[in-house]
């Protein structure tokens, strides 16, 4: 992954052979505290779910994230280093809980750039409907707790998302965001984001 300063990436990955990655409650909570902890620092989080075999994230760079550090003798990025130490230490914990060896998630975590306003805003919504999609939340976005929809909506007062910054880049209208909310997403533009 390659990030620049204030560009704005979807970042995605999914539990190995599509495994599932959240067994608990504690899990979500967890990879949640391990977002803030190794993320933040470096990124804004414009928008986020959490579904129980994979995860999207919605970021937008900060320069300390695209500095270089050394991993080893190898450059990487610092933003694409704290992801690595993210999901291998969230691994760690889970495969000692549950008994498990090897790799959690899929080899490589991927992240597309959003190089427009309008697709900013229709992969937010895409994220958003993830679990409604899968059927996860029974005909209602706001049945889904691991996600940022519910501090968009105002449900919830969540510090982790950055919805003011995503309004402020994009000119979206908060005003705008429950009535396009549930304009589903046609699955043929998901290409967009993958």
């Known amino acids: ?23 608990e409650d504690v899990h979500y909570l967890l990879f949640l505290e391990k977002i803030r902890k190794q993320l933040l620092p470096y990124c804004d989080i ?9 995860f999207h ?12 550090r050394l991993s080893g003798s190898n450059p990487v990025q610092e933003l694409s280093y704290r992801m690595g130490i993210m999901l291998s230490s969230y691994t760690s914990i889970i495969n000692k ?17 959003l190089d427009s306003s309008e ?4 992969c937010m919504h895409y994220i958003h409907q993830n679990p409604l999609v899968a ?21 919830r007062k969540g510090t982790l998302c950055n919805s003011a910054k995503l309004f402020e880049v994009t000119g979206y209208e908060q005003s705008s965001f429950l ?6 997403i046609d699955s ?5 984001f993958y």
């Open 119 to 122: 697709d900013v805003i229709r």
């Open 57 to 68: 994230l919605m970021i937008a760079a900060k320069s300390s994230g695209c500095s270089i």
């Open 46 to 54: 414009l928008a986020w779910c959490l579904m129980p075999n994979h």
């Open 179 to 184: 009535n396009d909310s549930y304009d589903v």
């Open 1 to 23: 992954m390659n990030f620049g300063p204030d560009r704005i990436y979807h970042v995605y990955n999914r539990g190995n052979q599509r495994q599932t990655i959240f067994f």
């Open 135 to 155: 059927g996860l939340s029974h005909g209602t976005l706001e049945e889904w707790k691991y996600s940022s929809f519910p501090d968009y909506s105002g449900l």
């Open 97 to 113: 809980q549950r008994n498990l060896t090897g790799g959690l998630f899929q080899k490589k975590t991927k992240a597309k750039h």
């Open 188 to 192: 043929s533009i998901s290409d967009l």
